[in-house]
């Protein structure tokens, strides 16, 4: 994975999210001639507030900074976040969690299921998300859209080495779960109500096999249709919510 320098953040969520936990890295913000709309006010009393430059400009230019994407009106041109260092985090985050949960990503191609494994990991309150550093997405307007708000709010971690940071979770007293079509437990078979980290493969090809073996558990999605797979984002956020439901979260 690789971030660039700046990063286009379109969308009166995902700008505003930005506004209130991140506005040191805001460079520049632009928002549409004329006003009036309550939202875009708000966006625009946060970035003076902030001390952000502040540029008035019309929805076509808008539409050219967000690529065409929905912008309601509000684009905002920022340092993207920093990843956490894997060590680091493991320490000051996952250790001192009384029951961490944590979701794993093998090799995220998608930009719009990364922005939506970063809103659900926000969700589900995740300690945060683990990918590799190689043959994964970066930070795009596209992560930051679908993520809404999330990208600052959930501790993202690159590794080099999945295999290694497994053991590491292991070793922190986490039991590691691979979300898998062929398993033979179903996930509402297993106890979840314990330190754990998720493990979801990539789009497509899933799990890799040193990714499988290095899971404590392999677990499916007990599917009843016709069709033998959900996408990345569907599937995580069952596996998510379920194992909220079993810990007792209402």
């Known amino acids: 994975m690789t971030d660039n320098r700046t990063l286009t953040v379109f969308g009166l969520?995902?700008?505003e999210s930005a506004m209130r936990h991140a506005p040191s890295s805001i460079l520049e913000c632009f928002i549409r001639l004329g006003g009036g709309h309550a939202a875009a006010d708000a966006v625009l009393e946060q970035a003076t507030q902030a001390g952000v430059r502040v540029q008035r400009?019309?929805?076509?230019?808008?539409?050219?900074?967000?690529?065409g994407g929905n912008h309601q009106g509000v684009v905002i041109r920022r340092?993207?976040?920093?990843?956490?260092?894997?060590?680091?985090?493991?320490?000051?985050?996952?250790?001192?969690?009384?029951?961490?949960?944590?979701?794993?990503?093998?090799?995220?191609?998608?930009?719009?299921?990364l922005g939506a494994a970063l809103r659900l990991a926000d969700a589900v309150g995740a300690q945060g998300i683990v990918l590799t550093r190689d043959n994964s997405v970066g930070l795009t307007p596209a992560v930051a859209k679908v993520a809404s708000g999330a990208l600052d709010t959930v501790p993202l971690v690159l590794v080099t080495n999945l295999v290694r940071a497994l053991a590491a979770l292991k070793e922190a007293g986490l039991w590691v779960v691979g979300a898998a079509g062929g398993a033979g437990d179903s996930l509402f078979e297993l106890d979840l109500n314990r330190p754990l980290a998720w493990v979801m493969g990539a789009e497509g090809s899933g799990l890799r096999r040193l990714t499988r073996e290095s899971c404590d558990y392999l677990a499916r999605i007990p599917m009843r249709g016709t069709v033998d797979s959900l996408?990345?984002?569907?599937?995580?956020?069952?596996?998510?919510?379920?194992?909220l439901r079993q810990r007792g979260v209402r």
């Open 13 to 15: 969520h995902a700008v």
């Open 79 to 113: 340092r993207p976040p920093p990843a956490r260092m894997f060590e680091q985090w493991l320490d000051d985050v996952v250790r001192p969690h009384p029951l961490p949960l944590v979701l794993v990503v093998d090799q995220i191609q998608d930009p719009h299921n």
């Open 231 to 243: 996408n990345l984002g569907t599937a995580a956020a069952v596996c998510l919510f379920e194992t």
């Open 57 to 67: 400009v019309t929805g076509e230019t808008l539409d050219k900074l967000a690529s």
